[in-house]
């Protein structure tokens, strides 16, 4: 099974399948939290919410990476500048301040989730502008090493928490819902989530989606019928920027804190494990690997606190032998087909 | 004679000791097919490659319509009219055939800096592709993925996309390679009917397939062109002989 799967054409028959199945999903996700209250586990809620977040921003990766062929080690700083738009804009809301001398500070959804896009598409546009001059692994070093700059210098931000981070009392604010409340919360990450698959699933089957996926293909291929790669890669990595910095602001908001700990190394990592257990390129899977990664961490931090040495031969088992992540091995075994 | 469609003067490449090009002119005249021959690693490909911009020459002049262009990077040469086929495919091998040609058809339509509309939904975008695919007999292999066909037809591809791209130049490296018999065939048929249409420079190993097509022949041996003439001429020339058709290459 190729790495292709959203980009691949669909053979037309089974398309009724897949939208019955993506129809399933939204159904259960809706219902979840419903579900969890009347089996008497409501905990699950804030889980739940966790794997919708870090789908979003597992999700957005996998464009640049799955799509795109772009290795990015360095998506944390996307994530993190994300939580920290919403962490200053409290903090200067709550100070009565000026940020920069210039922008007052804010605690509503709707003008922090847009700043979060737009300062995560900025930093993208940045440091793609660079890293995207160089490719394989060299790209991925200098991805890791902007991103672990971003870090120590939000480290040093004493302003600002410094390694101790900040804390934000309390959740933005949205047409006057408790957002407080975990399944108000819950409901409004689904909403962004849905959003963002249904803007990514455009995107991939897109003329600019083609591009990318013939650019991970075949650099080369691409020039000689007339497209240069460069700016059609830098588009790519800034959506993806954008979307990272999205799930960022709404796990700031989720956690009521925001620290370095957003921008460290191993957050990339663990985007990226997403990204794979789910399956490359595929436009569901990146739902399916969030949710196994924060499950399984979940489930194996309750047996031992070495959970991630458990962690690493399942990732190695499913990277050798399910050819395709969780998505292709639902495949195989004729269940999920929604995700292509 | 008016104005050559692609003059190249002196153009050098030196691979460490190895002067792959060396101080290579040639014109080719808009409307001719103009053949490339010489034996294996003469620099025919590098030649190519450079005429492409896919890589830079250390010294020397390339013209395409008079307008130099070697500060073109090879998108822009593509936009000015050049197209190649590879000796080596370079295919998108997870996208159908359809995909691979629609995709250049894509590119002569501007920038693809579209995001919303599906690519693969564009009726006229499949429809154009289509027809490249039916006028190479390929229409009923279009929906196969390219990792999935034959050598031989993915060398077809190449030729289609590279006429995907509506070139007014076609450098065409050694297209014949690797086809069967009739395959091979078809592919004489199809350049004899694009001759006069497009103009091409032809590298090419196949001499009976050359003699039939070729306006004029250069004739390439160290990375220096040794002779350029008719048919006639270069088969009767004596150095060539020496150098090339007497080694029995064909
Ligand atoms: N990138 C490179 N680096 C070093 N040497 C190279 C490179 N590309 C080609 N060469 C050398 O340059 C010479 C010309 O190679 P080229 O591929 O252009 O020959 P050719 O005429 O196309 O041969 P063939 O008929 O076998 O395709 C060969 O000796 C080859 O080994
Ligand atoms: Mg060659």
Not at chain 2, 26 to 35: F, K, N, Q, R, S
Not at chain 2, 137 to 151: D, Q, Y
């Amino acid at each position: 099974m190729s790495e292709d799967a959203i980009t691949r054409a669909n053979p037309s028959g089974q398309n009724a399948g897949r939208a019955l199945a993506l129809l399933a999903l939204a159904l259960g996700l809706v219902a979840l939290p419903f579900l969890v209250q009347a089996v008497g586990q409501p905990a699950l809620v804030p889980l739940a919410t966790r794997v919708l977040i870090y789908a979003i921003a597992a999700a957005s990766l996998n464009l640049a990476l799955g799509v795109g062929g772009m290795v990015s080690f360095g998506h944390a700083a996307f994530f993190g500048v994300g939580g920290y738009v919403v962490g200053i804009f409290y903090r200067t809301y709550v100070d009565d301040g000026l940020f920069l001398g210039l922008i007052p500070g804010t605690t509503q959804l709707l003008v922090t989730l847009p700043a979060a896009i737009l300062v995560g598409g900025l930093l993208a546009c940045l440091i793609g502008a660079l890293c995207l001059r160089t490719s394989g692994v060299q790209f991925i070093m200098i991805t890791l090493a902007f991103a672990q700059m971003l870090f120590f210098l939000f480290v040093s931000l004493k302003a600002y928490g410094g390694d101790d981070g900040m804390t934000i009392r309390r959740r933005n604010e949205l047409f006057g819902l408790n957002t407080r409340d975990d399944v108000t919360f819950y409901f409004i990450c689904l909403a962004v989530a849905a959003l963002v698959f249904l803007a990514l699933w455009r995107i991939v089957g897109s003329r600019f989606g083609m591009v990318l996926a013939g650019i991970r293909q075949n650099e080369r291929r691409m020039a000689a019928i007339g497209i240069a790669p460069y700016r059609y890669k830098l588009g790519a990595f800034v959506i993806s920027g954008m979307g990272t910095g999205l799930a960022g602001a709404l796990m700031a908001n989720y956690l009521r804190f925001v620290s370095p700990d957003m921008l460290h190394w191993t957050k990339s990592g663990e985007l990226m494990i997403m990204v794979i257990l789910g399956g490359v390129g595929t436009l569901l899977g990146p739902l399916f690997g969030a949710a196994a990664l924060v499950i399984l961490e979940t489930v194996l931090t309750s047996w031992t606190e070495h959970w991630q040495l458990i962690l690493g031969p399942i990732l190695l088992f499913v990277v050798l032998f399910t050819q395709g992540g969780l998505t292709g091995l639902f495949d195989r075994l004729g269940i999920g087909r929604s995700e292509r | 004679m008016s104005q050559p469609l692609l003059s190249v003067r002196g153009l050098r490449k030196r691979f460490g000791g190895l002067i792959a090009t060396d101080g290579v002119d040639l014109d080719v005249v808009e409307g001719e097919i103009h053949a490339l021959i010489g034996p294996n690693g003469a620099g025919k490909t590098t030649l190519l490659t450079q005429l492409f911009g896919e890589l830079s020459h250390d010294a020397g002049e390339i013209r395409l319509d008079g307008e130099a262009i070697d500060s073109l990077a090879t998108p822009q040469r593509v936009h000015r009219g050049l197209a190649r086929t590879f000796q080596i495919n370079q295919l998108l091998p997870d996208f159908t055939m359809l995909d691979n040609v629609a995709l250049a058809v894509q590119a002569r339509e501007g920038h693809s800096f579209r995001f919303f509309a599906a690519a693969r939904g564009d009726k006229s975008l499949r429809q154009r592709a289509r027809e490249y695919l039916g006028a190479a007999g390929l229409a009923h292999r279009a929906e196969i993925k390219v990792a999935n066909l034959s050598h031989g037809e993915q060398k077809q591809l190449e030729f289609v996309i590279a006429l995907a791209c509506e070139p007014r130049l076609l450098l065409l490296d050694e297209p014949m390679a690797g086809l069967g018999h009739a395959e091979s065939e078809q592919m004489v048929a199809m350049l004899a009917n694009l001759k006069g249409r497009i103009t091409m420079l032809l590298v090419e190993h196949d001499m009976d397939a050359v003699f039939a097509l070729a306006d004029r022949i250069s004739v390439l041996v160290y990375g220096r062109v040794i002779a350029t003439g008719t048919a006639e001429e270069i088969r009767e020339n004596q150095e060539v002989r020496i150098a090339y058709l007497g080694e029995g290459d064909a």
